[in-house]
Nanobody, 117 residues
């Protein structure tokens, strides 16, 4: 099970940190990704961290502003978001992809991030 939380209302240029809490499995066996869906738009994959934690990737739209990380206990994945823009407004989701799988098989409920101009 995955649960994303930490969303809220923030002004342009502000920061938020989202958390994805994991239960029922260990992070060592899954790639964890963050996705978002803005109103009227398709899902966008924005960042992921490998099962080993050694590889992270970012979409161009968030590169340099967002940072993905895992906690040492292996139960939470974070998405630190800085220099937020109105176009970052979206519902943010975390999802898990088993090692060796080409898809994200497990999804948590989203958390809404609203960036005011």
């Amino acid at each position: 099970q995955l649960q994303a939380c930490g969303g809220g209302l923030v002004q342009t240029g502000g920061s938020l940190t989202l958390s994805c809490r994991i239960s029922g499995f260990t992070l060592e066996s899954y790639t964890i990704g963050w996705f978002r869906q803005a109103p009227g738009k398709e899902y966008e994959g924005i960042s992921c961290v490998s099962a080993s934690g050694t590889v992270t990737t970012y979409a161009d739209s968030v590169k340099g502003r967002f940072t993905i990380s895992k906690d040492n206990a292996g139960t939470t994945v974070y998405l630190q978001m800085h220099s937020l823009k109105p176009e970052d407004t979206a519902v943010y989701y975390c999802a898990a992809s088993p090692v060796g799988s080409a898809s994200y098989d497990y999804w948590g409920r989203g958390t809404l991030v609203t960036v005011s101009s």
